[in-house]
Structure formats: structure tokens, C-alpha cells
């Protein structure tokens, strides 16, 4: 279990991140929306501890988060892999040694920068990429691909983390419809057979609603609403993105309807604030 507690962020006078109380279980998919500027980003990075929180508490499973350095915050980090936008993939190299850097924690850093990896650690990645439909491209430069690959690629190297947990900063927002349809369903996949609790923030209200077992929306630094995507009614939709909410709507009812893949969804409560 993910805990947030009382966190919050605040950039010279700036505060991103109103303090914030967060429960996530283990197992879950949660997407959090709201619109630009809503803190969105800063929470999620505060996970991971790209973002050093200005005050509150993150706890995973019991163990202070907050209060991590060196050798056990880079433990931390390679246990809640990150997905980026922009794929933060090295592009003149090839797409397993891309892949195999996700084992940097595990293998060692001499020996990753050199290189040096083994026939398991070889096969584990490319088993990753064969998850995403990528394993055919294992040996291609990595900047030939195109961009929904990337980010098949970028998930296959934190799925070789052996993460714990997987964080997706707006993971669709550069992808044509297809492109997000096979990502998001990859993400999906993750989440209900490895079990791997995935968080990420979504740009679309449909996207998230199609693929997630609870939603978050964020205004303006604070969580507005908490939730499973059956809750998040019109009003709710409206407080999150204020007087966006009309031109949210008709992108969620215009943008290509994402099928979700099979499987349960868990009951999750609701948490309207305000
Ligand atoms: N490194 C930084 N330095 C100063 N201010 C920052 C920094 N990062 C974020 N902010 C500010 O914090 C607020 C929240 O930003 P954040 O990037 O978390 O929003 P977001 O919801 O992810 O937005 P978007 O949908 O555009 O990605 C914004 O006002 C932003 O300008
Ligand atoms: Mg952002």
C-alpha cells in the first residue's frame, strides 16, 4: 500500500502541490486528471522523488519514502519504474540495450554503462519487449522507430525493473489514437496479470475512465475528487476541470473510444471533495 500523507509541493511561493492525503492498494489502476498547471505531474514525481516534497509523508508498505538517500532511494526508484511522455529513451542506441538499462539497479552501474549484460538478462528483455509486441525490433536503432514503439519500448524497460509500481506521466499525449489504444491496453495488461500498481495522469476524462479502477482529479494543488470512474458524474467532471469542462466533455465524446481489455474492476469508494 501507497500512503500520502499531508503532502505538498511548493516551487519559490508557488504551491503545485496543496497537502495532499492518498491511500493507493496494492494491485490498483489509477489515473489522475485535471487541467494544466493542477499539480498533476508535481504528485506523481513527488513519488518517485524526482520532486522532493516541501512537507507530508510517502509511505510504501510501512517504510518512509520521504527520508530516503543514496543506495535505499535508488532502490525505491528502481521499485516505481516511471513512463514518460517523451520516452526518455538514448535514440542511437538499440532497442534491447535501451530496454536491458531498466536493470541498471540490479546489474550494477559499471557493468551496464560498459554494457556488459548477460545471456539472461539479454532474454529477460527481450521476453519484455515479445509482452509489448516489440521483440521483433530488438536489435533497430532506437530512433527509427515511431513514437507509439517508443513507448511500448520505454514500458518494456520498466517492466525489467521488476517494479512494484509503475508511474505514467501523460504516457498517451504524443500518440495518435492507435498508438494510445495499445499502450494504455499494455498498461492494463500490467497491472491485472503482474499485479504492479499503476498510477498515471491521463489528459483524456474517456481514457481514464475507460482503463481505470479510480480516478483522481486535481484542481488547482488539491485532490477534488477520488473516486471509481462510475462517480465521476458531469458535476464532478466540472469541479475538476472548471470552465474547461465543456470542451473536456466534447473531446471525451469525440476522441476515439478506447475499448477496455477484459477483466474485473475492484470496488473502489468515493471520495467527492467539495
Ligand atoms: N520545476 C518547477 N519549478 C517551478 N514551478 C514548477 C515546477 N514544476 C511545476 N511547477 C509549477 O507547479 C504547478 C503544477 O505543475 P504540474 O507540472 O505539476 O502540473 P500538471 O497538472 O502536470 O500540468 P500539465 O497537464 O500541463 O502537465 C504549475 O503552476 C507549474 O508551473
Ligand atoms: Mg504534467
Known amino acids: 500500500m501507497l500512503e500520502l500523507r499531508q503532502l505538498s509541493k511548493e516551487f519559490k511561493g508557488n504551491v503545485a502541490v496543496k497537502p495532499a492525503d492518498l491511500t493507493i492498494p496494492d494491485g490498483q489502476m489509477v489515473g489522475i486528471i485535471g487541467r494544466s498547471g493542477a499539480g498533476k505531474s508535481t504528485l506523481l514525481r513527488m513519488i518517485n522523488r524526482l520532486n522532493d516534497p516541501s512537507g ?9 519514502i520521504t527520508a530516503m538517500k543514496g543506495r535505499e532511494l535508488r532502490k525505491w526508484r528502481n521499485e516505481c ?4 511522455q517523451q520516452f526518455n529513451l538514448v535514440g ?16 550494477g552501474f559499471v557493468s551496464s554503462m560498459l554494457q556488459q549484460f548477460s545471456a539472461r538478462e539479454r532474454a529477460f528483455a527481450v521476453r519484455a519487449l515479445d509482452r509489448l509486441g516489440m521483440a521483433h525490433v530488438a536489435l533497430q536503432q532506437t530512433d527509427t522507430l515511431s513514437g507509439g514503439q517508443m513507448q511500448r519500448v520505454a514500458i518494456a524497460r520498466a517492466l525489467v525493473q521488476e517494479p512494484k509500481i509503475m508511474l505514467a506521466d501523460e504516457p498517451i499525449a504524443s500518440l495518435d489514437p492507435l498508438n494510445a489504444k495499445v499502450v494504455m491496453d499494455a498498461l ?10 499503476v498510477v498515471c495522469n491521463l489528459h483524456t476524462l474517456d481514457t481514464a475512465r475507460t482503463y481505470c479502477d479510480r480516478i483522481i482529479g486535481m484542481q488547482d494543488g488539491n485532490i477534488v475528487f477520488d473516486g471509481p470512474p462510475k462517480a465521476l458524474t458531469d ?29 474485473k474492476r475492484p470496488e473502489v469508494e468515493t471520495r467527492v471533495v467539495n
Open 56 to 64: 507530508g509523508q510517502i509511505q510504501f508498505h510501512g517504510r518512509d
Open 235 to 263: 458535476k464532478a467532471a466540472r469541479t475538476i476541470y472548471g470552465a474547461e469542462a465543456a470542451e473536456a466533455f466534447s473531446e471525451a465524446l469525440t476522441s476515439t473510444s478506447l475499448q477496455q481489455p477484459s477483466g
Open 188 to 197: 492494463r495488461a500490467i497491472n491485472q496479470e503482474d499485479g504492479i500498481t
Open 81 to 84: 519504474a516511471m513512463v514518460f
Open 92 to 107: 542511437r542506441l538499440n532497442v534491447i540495450t535501451n530496454v536491458m538499462t531498466g536493470r541498471l539497479y540490479h546489474h
